[in-house]
């Protein structure tokens, strides 16, 4: 069951964040990708192989091969937006939307100009 009587951002709660979610954060959100781009860059001349495509296609396949690690980018930019809904919250949500909308354009931007 939920405890809803749990404070957010209270010292029991913080403990949880800092001890359990940013640690998830940072193993699955951010080196899982990094990982992956680590893995296809080192092999980035094998890409068309079909053992590569076996192995990495779902990540690349959709793009263009030069722009092979735009899912990772993707990846990073979907962890942007989360992370500023989730740590931004409490300070301001003038200044979370400013900060989430100036994430969108700028991804939207890059998007329009690399077309990958």
């Known amino acids: 069951t939920r405890d809803t009587s749990l404070q957010c951002w209270s010292t029991q709660h913080l403990a949880w964040t800092l001890g359990a979610a940013l640690p998830g954060i940072v193993i699955w959100g ?25 192995k990495y296609g779902f990540i690349y396949k959709g793009f263009r091969s030069k722009y092979y690690y735009w899912e990772i980018y993707i990846a990073f930019r979907k962890i942007a937006l989360i992370s500023v809904a989730v740590f931004l919250y409490h300070i301001n949500r003038v200044i979370q939307a ?10 939207y931007r890059l998007h329009e100009y690399h077309n990958p």
Do not use: G, H
Request: charged letters at 15%.
């Open 30 to 54: 951010l080196s899982a990708p990094l990982v992956a781009a680590f893995l296809m860059s080192r092999s980035k001349d094998e890409l068309k192989n079909p053992a590569m495509i076996a």
């Open 98 to 107: 400013l900060v989430c909308f100036t994430l969108v354009l700028v991804a």
